[in-house]
C-alpha cells in the first residue's frame, strides 16, 4: 500500500524560511500529480501548490513568489521550499499524490506536518 509521509515542519519566525519534504512508499507504480495543501481550524483544505510529473506547477494566489514546489521522480519525493513566511501561513501542511496503477487512479494523503509562523 502507498504511503505519503511528510517531514520538516516546524516553528518559525515571521520572515523566515521552512522546506517541506514529503516521500510516496510502498507498491508505487507511477505517481501522477503531487503537491501541497493546507488546512487552519474551521476552514476548507486548500491548494498551496500542485506539480505534475512533467515538472508543471501551480500555486494557490496567497503564496505565488515566496513558496516553490519541485520535486524528484526517482525518489518519489516533493519539496516545498517555503520563504518570507508570515503568520498567516499557519497551519497544518498536507502531502497530496496521484497514484497510477493500471487498473486506476488513487488519491493519497499525508498525515499533516505543522507549520507554525510567529509574528
Known amino acids: 500500500q502507498v504511503q505519503l509521509q511528510e517531514s520538516g515542519g516546524g516553528l518559525v519566525q515571521a520572515g523566515g524560511s521552512l522546506r517541506l519534504s514529503c516521500v510516496a512508499s510502498g507498491g508505487i507504480f507511477v505517481i501522477n500529480d503531487m503537491g501541497w495543501y493546507r488546512q487552519t481550524p474551521g476552514k476548507q483544505r486548500e491548494l498551496v501548490a500542485a506539480?505534475?510529473?512533467?515538472?508543471?506547477?501551480d500555486y494557490g494566489d496567497s503564496v505565488r513568489g515566496r513558496f516553490t514546489i519541485s520535486r524528484d521522480n526517482a525518489k518519489n519525493m516533493v519539496y516545498l521550499q517555503m520563504n518570507n513566511l508570515n503568520p498567516d501561513d499557519t497551519a497544518v501542511y498536507y502531502c497530496?499524490?496521484?497514484?497510477?496503477?493500471?487498473?486506476?487512479?488513487?488519491?493519497?494523503w499525508g498525515q499533516g506536518t505543522l507549520v507554525t509562523v510567529s509574528s
Open positions: 506539480i505534475a510529473r512533467d515538472g508543471m506547477s
Open positions: 497530496h499524490a496521484i497514484h497510477r496503477t493500471l487498473q486506476r487512479y488513487v488519491e493519497l
